[in-house]
């Protein structure tokens, strides 16, 4: 990957209610592209500070300028393409909530969500105290762990709120309550496809029974609530494969019994052996 600037700070920091996995900061040149890469357990903050791109979640594209800060969740596919007259210059933040109530309340924000321009926001407060945290993880003083509590802690506060605030749009109009609840469980089985042990536990993020679920989601779709979630899971794992990693390590990260249940599930979903579906590396330096 061609860039002018790299900076990545990957080093895992835990703090009070959360891990930072990765901060950093990349310049890109004209002819940058951050090829597809799988988020695990981890929200990610691009923070666009100047130029302008475009950042892909699955197939979906969404326009970046200066000011944008795009939010990724857990589950994600995500890819950068910098402009070719302007090129990108952005900031990076990535991070894996640990406390048990700040991991609620960001499922719940995260589950309202729909569409590219929900996961933009603007608010310049983050992007100062982003900066100011790769700050203080490059020049760290005997009272770091203290400061970047205190950056976090507000950084993560800042950031609910404007997730509220996204999450609290009305419904479109054209926009039945039953496409729309079988689009948060599509939206909830994307983001935790490392951490859905059940689909039953769609029932309790909803307050549905199951049975209510599975039968609106096959009335409204045409498919099943089990054949979606095979299909995100081994989609999920058909890229991280392409990053590299081992088929054990992937059977483990998706949840499979044994490498040897997951390679017979991805052969009987592509019609190949993982082991031997492996395409060209892909260059995810700029982040995880």
Same mark, same amino acid.
């Given at each position: 990957?061609?860039?002018?600037?790299?900076?990545?700070?990957?080093?895992?920091?835990?703090?009070?209610?959360?891990?930072?996995?990765?901060?950093?900061?990349?310049?890109?040149?004209?002819?940058?592209?951050?090829?597809?890469?799988?988020?695990?357990?981890?929200?990610?903050?691009?923070?666009?500070?100047?130029?302008?791109?475009?950042?892909?979640?699955?197939?979906?594209?969404?326009?970046?300028?200066?000011?944008?800060?795009?939010?990724?969740?857990?589950?994600?596919?995500?890819?950068?393409?910098?402009?070719?007259?302007?090129?990108?210059?952005?900031?990076?933040?990535?991070?894996?909530?640990?406390?048990?109530?700040?991991?609620?309340?960001?499922?719940?924000?995260?589950?309202?969500?729909?569409?590219?321009?929900?996961?933009?926001?603007?608010?310049?407060?983050?992007?100062?105290?982003?900066?100011?945290?790769?700050?203080?993880?490059?020049?760290?003083?005997?009272?770091?762990?203290?400061?970047?509590?205190?950056?976090?802690?507000?950084?993560?506060?800042?950031?609910? =709120?404007?997730? /509220?605030?996204?999450?609290?749009?009305?419904?479109?109009?054209? #926009? %039945? +309550?039953?496409?729309? &609840?079988?689009?948060?469980?599509?939206?909830?089985?994307?983001?935790?496809?490392?951490?859905?042990?059940?689909?039953?536990?769609?029932?309790?993020?909803?307050?549905?029974?199951?049975?209510?679920?599975?039968?609106?989601?096959?009335?409204?779709?045409?498919?099943?609530?089990?054949?979606?979630?095979?299909?995100? =899971?081994?989609? /999920?794992?058909?890229?991280?494969?392409?990053?590299?990693?081992? #088929? %054990? +390590?992937?059977?483990? &990260?998706?949840?499979?019994?044994?490498?040897?249940?997951?390679?017979?599930?991805?052969?009987?979903?592509?019609?190949?052996?993982?082991?031997?579906?492996?395409?060209?590396?892909?260059?995810?330096?700029?982040?995880?």
């Amino acid at each position: 990957m061609e860039r002018r600037y790299h900076l990545d700070i990957r080093e895992v920091l835990p703090l009070k209610d959360l891990s930072v996995i990765q901060m950093g900061r990349l310049h890109c040149t004209e002819r940058t592209v951050v090829n597809p890469h799988l988020h695990l357990d981890w929200y990610e903050l691009t923070v666009v500070t100047e130029g302008v791109g475009t950042v892909y979640t699955g197939d979906v594209p969404t326009r970046m300028t200066a000011g944008d800060i795009y939010v990724s969740y857990p589950g994600d596919a995500h890819a950068i393409v910098s402009d070719e007259e302007m090129p990108l210059k952005y900031d990076f933040f990535a991070f894996r909530p640990t406390e048990e109530g700040l991991i609620r309340r960001l499922e719940e924000l995260s589950l309202r969500r729909h569409g590219g321009d929900a996961r933009v926001i603007r608010d310049d407060r983050i992007a100062h105290l982003v900066s100011n945290a790769i700050a203080e993880r490059c020049s760290p003083e005997e009272d770091s762990p203290a400061v970047m509590e205190a950056i976090v802690l507000q950084l993560t506060a800042y950031l609910l =709120r404007d997730l /509220a605030s996204l999450s609290s749009e009305k419904l479109p109009t054209h #926009v %039945g +309550e039953g496409e729309y &609840l079988c689009f948060q469980l599509m939206n909830y089985i994307d983001t935790h496809l490392y951490s859905l042990s059940n689909l039953e536990e769609l029932a309790r993020v909803t307050g549905y029974h199951y049975s209510h679920l599975s039968a609106l989601f096959r009335k409204t779709t045409g498919g099943t609530l089990s054949d979606y979630s095979r299909t995100k =899971r081994l989609g /999920a794992a058909r890229l991280l494969l392409q990053e590299g990693r081992r #088929v %054990g +390590e992937v059977a483990e &990260l998706l949840g499979y019994s044994s490498a040897y249940a997951f390679s017979k599930a991805y052969r009987n979903h592509f019609g190949v052996s993982p082991r031997t579906d492996r395409p060209s590396g892909v260059d995810s330096a700029c982040d995880l």
